[in-house]
């Protein structure tokens, strides 16, 4: 079993930056694919980037070019770079690990950190 915990969020103007960190713990084996998702108030939990285990990333259309997933290995940790955020970027985001394929859907996903709250004000 892999536990997630996540760090790394706060309040911040628009435009500005953030870096969420995610340390894993427990053991990944090949094939795994870790990712960050986030839920605002009242929507959906949507996928955000995700990173698998060739080191491929893949990114939704609102993000990118202004985030960037990345991990070292050697700390066991994933990142999640923010840049240019916007008020819309505004949710919980969490972190989550599957040996399923590496996609935006959360149910896909089986461990899930418990998540750290990002605010962007305008």
Known sequence: ??????????????????????????????????????????????????IDGDGSTRYADSVKGRFTISQDNAKNT???????????????YYCASTYHYCTFTPSFFTDWGQGTQVIVSS
């Open 78 to 92: 994933l990142y999640l770079q923010m840049n240019s955020l916007r008020p819309e970027d505004t949710a919980m």
């Open 1 to 50: 079993q892999v536990q997630l915990v996540e760090s790394g969020g706060g309040s911040v103007q628009s435009g500005g930056s953030l870096r969420l960190s995610c340390a894993v713990f427990g053991y990944i084996y090949s094939g795994y694919c870790v990712g960050w998702f986030r839920q605002a108030p009242g929507k959906e939990r949507e996928g955000v980037a995700n």
